[in-house]
């Protein structure tokens, strides 16, 4: 017979203060689809068109919507306020009377700004928020079920037959696909020019690196060149990636030079690789048969060679908030890739096995860890 539970037994207030902690845990998907909708109807970008701050009323003109969803519409920026997404001043009731505005993260979210630190995250929100993705999610208890054979596909993979971030995720939907591809982009190259302002001393020096990325990495590389001109930086990208890159999105001179190639098996010599935001999309023994690959690529540590790798650092040095957003982009990783997030201990064994003698943690930048690893 099993033992008597030794719970203590809450009080009415923790009773209480537990139930609306449940609803709000089981309801947060409705966040998540209240912000799709916003992003879809372009509510930041017309805020922003409107000056950058606006009324209900003018926010449903500027949006041609009916005027009878005027009221629905308000319980949503309501929501949105509540949850950081917009700011506001006024009415806590519908919204009739609120002034909406852009805050620093409804700003990402708006279309055609003319700033380096400015990428717009569309794509990001619209692709977690996918149907594939859900769905992927609701089948996480059927998938820990399974004795599945090793390598262990992730939920996604189990479930849709095909693996995310692939060449073969356009057979599952063509433009779950794009939508996947523009948002891992726009992910990857947010807020390059704080990185290269904070850590400036990672560039300081180098005379040539290789920037692997997998997708579209100009942005970044040619945001290092423009910073540190006389880097001759190569750019790493899957074939199909070079394939689709349109002459306008050329580099203006040669500083910046494109090639197709794997990761795990040849990577182009210079005296630092750069890997930024790669890793997490890959199992430890695969990251393990990467990082090899690059201390190939580079000379050694009195030659300056060392590998740049910049990537979610697990951990609650920034705080519960920032903690917890990390440990959600750890189940992204989980629900739909082979990856995972890290932390310093899980990174000090993959530098080891990979045959490097030591790394240095340069600067923890928001949820990110810049760190050097040294041949």
Not at 227 to 233: E, G, L
Not at 351 to 361: E, P, R
Request: hydrophobic share 40%; glycine share 8%.
């Amino acid at each position: 017979m099993a033992a008597p539970s030794q719970a203590i037994a809450p009080t009415d207030g923790e009773l209480l203060q537990a139930q609306a902690d449940l609803w709000r845990h089981s309801l947060y998907y409705l966040t998540s689809m209240a912000l799709k909708c916003a992003v879809e109807l372009h509510i930041p970008t017309a805020i922003h068109d409107l000056g950058g701050s606006t009324t209900l009323p003018d926010l449903v003109t500027a949006l041609s919507l009916p005027k009878t969803k005027l009221p629905f519409l308000g319980r949503i920026m309501r929501l949105l306020v509540t949850s950081g997404f917009f700011a506001s001043d006024g009415s806590s009731g519908d919204g009739a009377e609120a002034v909406y505005r852009l805050n620093p993260l409804s700003w990402l979210l708006v279309e055609g700004v003319e700033s380096e630190d400015h990428t717009y995250q569309k794509y990001f929100v619209l692709g977690t928020v996918s149907r594939h993705y859900v769905e992927a999610g609701l089948s996480l208890a059927d998938w820990f079920r399974k004795d599945l054979p090793e390598p262990l596909p992730s939920p996604f993979e189990d479930l849709h037959g095909v693996p995310l971030v692939h060449e073969s995720t356009k057979l599952l939907d063509e433009e779950l696909d794009r939508i996947v591809e523009e948002g891992v982009a726009a992910h990857d190259n947010l807020a390059i020019g704080t990185l290269i302002r904070e850590c400036s001393d990672v560039f300081s020096g180098l005379h040539s690196l290789t920037y692997c990325c997998g997708r579209q990495g100009n942005t970044s590389a040619k945001a290092i060149i423009r910073a540190f001109p006389d880097i001759k930086s190569t750019v790493l990208n899957l074939p199909r990636v070079v394939e689709t890159t349109t002459p306008a999105a050329a580099p203006a001179d040669d500083a910046v030079s494109n090639v197709t190639g794997d990761l795990f098996h040849t990577i182009p010599p210079a005296q630092a690789v750069m890997l930024k935001l790669v890793l997490h999309f890959w199992s430890d023994e695969d990251c393990v048969k990467i990082l090899e690959q690059c201390k190939k690529a580079i000379p050694s540590r009195e030659e300056g060679g060392k590998v740049i790798i910049i990537e979610i650092l697990l951990g609650p040095y920034m705080g519960p908030i920032v903690y917890e957003a990390q440990l959600l982009m750890d189940m992204l990783m989980m629900v739909n890739t082979r990856g995972r997030q890290r932390g310093e201990n899980d990174w000090r064994q993959i530098f080891t096995k990979a045959g490097f003698s030591d790394y240095k943690i340069v600067k923890k930048i928001g949820a990110r860890g810049v760190i050097e690893v040294y041949p």
